[in-house]
């Protein structure tokens, strides 16, 4: 944190002045603080009652103009937030009459610090014309002996908030509905091997809460009653061997509240692809749920099974599941698609889903698949898909988000950022260069102290 106390005095009137060109001696405090998002914090006096606006240059940006005070004082302050990190802010400040007149200004150059060494570094590939929304949140995934974390960037790629990097894989983190912060999963093992986690509720200040709940390795979801819901690790012997199920909780900040779901209760233990492939701590990997959506109107959640390949739609209040696709779990028959999977991301689109399909054959690269849902004839029908223009093929993480009339797109381990139209055409890509995958992007409006 850096404070530095500017005096700003105007230069001496060597001939007549005019209102206008007189500026008005104040004070000036300048406070940057790194630590928790970046923030340029400014305050100044006056001799006399002025309202006062602030004109903010941050590199080539556009100005952008803040109105500090529409009511006439002498006193002054407005934070500056967020500015991105290793840029060079230029900051006019200008007093203005009751008329709108200016009768003062000074300006100040300030140097906002680099972002720390272990938050990734993102790359503008091509800035959009009309950005979805000013910032993006994207989250990293933590693999092997890396760790998981957030950020949040502007299209240039600067960074102008990020947390520590939460231990266990996280890969997901959703801003909350209040706007003061994020939900990101984040797993604990301790001694014993006994499977914890929790839910950490991060504000854009810092604080950290965490909601305790079993292993939530991939999604979060919060609810219209403010509490969240996961898919969390949880293990049975099954024929003398330790197998590692999933179930779909609702958890509130002390914990889990309710189950909606428990794989051992619907669906016989069969070995699969992930048998030996993705293990839980001391349990075989069965299930591996990585993704959730939910439909508060019909109180249905939508869930990605990634070692069956198949995508469920599951009854809130029952637990049933209503119908199955694609995979070793599905029951609707895919029409105009040879099939997805594994997967990642699910999501309740107009009459049917969508899913991030990872897919099995790099030479065919990773897409955004979209279905339609006819539950009734028993189908899921192929309605279009989207493939990043590179042919992107990555194994693990990745998702979609509507942002208008277009889409943003995470590539996992690739590190892309897509940003295109709704006929396809590319608009805006960013590249995320050093860690370990990328889960999820998705758009912020503002980050409100």
């Not at 102008?160 to 706007?179: F, I, L, M, S």
């Not at 349990?283 to 591996?288: L, P, T, V």
Request: net charge negative.
């Amino acid at each position: 944190m850096h404070r530095i106390l500017l005096l700003v005095v105007p230069a001496m009137c060597l001939s007549a002045c005019t209102a206008q060109e007189a500026a008005t001696p104040r004070s000036v405090s300048l406070e940057v603080d790194t630590v928790r998002p970046t923030l340029l914090h400014l305050s100044w006096s006056t001799d006399e009652s002025v309202r006062s606006e602030v004109v903010t240059t941050v590199d080539d940006d556009p100005a952008v103009t803040t109105v500090v005070s529409r009511t006439p004082s002498t006193s002054h302050d407005v934070d500056l937030y967020p500015l991105p990190a290793g840029t060079t802010v230029d900051v006019i400040l200008r007093d203005l009459d009751a008329d709108g007149v200016e009768v003062g200004s000074s300006a100040l150059s300030i140097d906002i610090p680099d972002a720390p060494s272990d938050v990734p570094t993102v790359t503008e590939i091509q800035f959009p014309d009309a950005p979805p929304t000013p910032y993006l949140l994207i989250a990293t995934a933590g693999i092997g002996n890396g760790q998981g974390g957030a950020m949040v960037v502007d299209w240039h790629g600067r960074p102008v908030w990020w947390t520590p990097q939460a231990p266990g894989p996280a890969g997901y983190a959703r801003p909350r509905a209040d706007g003061g912060g994020i939900f990101m999963p984040t797993s604990l093992l301790p001694e014993g091997a006994t499977l914890f986690g929790a839910v950490a509720s991060i504000d854009w200040d810092g604080t950290t809460t965490l909601w305790p709940a079993p292993v939530v390795h991939h999604d979060v979801i919060e609810l219209p009653d403010g509490r969240v819901g996961v898919a969390g690790s949880v293990t049975q012997e099954v024929d003398g061997e330790v197998i590692s199920g999933e179930q779909v909780m609702i958890v509130g900040p002390d914990g889990p509240e309710d189950v909606v779901w428990n794989s051992f209760d619907h669906y016989p233990v069969v070995r699969n692809s992930c048998w030996d492939l993705m293990q839980m701590p001391d349990a075989k990997d069965w299930i591996h749920a990585n993704g959730l959506d939910y439909d508060g109107a019909t109180d249905t959640w939508l869930v990605s099974l990634y070692c069956q390949q198949s995508v469920l739609a599951i009854d809130g209040a029952t637990g049933e599941t209503v119908w199955g696709a694609g995979g070793e779990f599905g029951d609707l028959t895919l029409v105009g698609d040879p099939g997805f999977g594994p997967q990642h991301a699910p999501r309740w689109v107009d009459g049917g889903f969508e899913v991030f399909d990872n897919g099995m054959d790099p030479q065919h690269g990773s897409r955004v698949a979209t279905f339609t849902v006819d539950a009734a004839a028993g189908t899921a029908t192929y309605r279009s898909e989207w493939r990043p223009p590179d042919g992107s093929y990555t194994g693990v993480l990745g998702e979609s988000n509507d942002y208008g009339d277009g889409q943003l797109v995470s590539v996992g381990f690739d590190g892309g950022v897509f940003w295109h139209d709704a006929d396809g055409r590319l608009l805006g890509e960013l590249q995320v260069e050093n860690a370990n995958a990328v889960g999820s992007v998705q758009g912020i409006s503002a980050l409100p102290l």
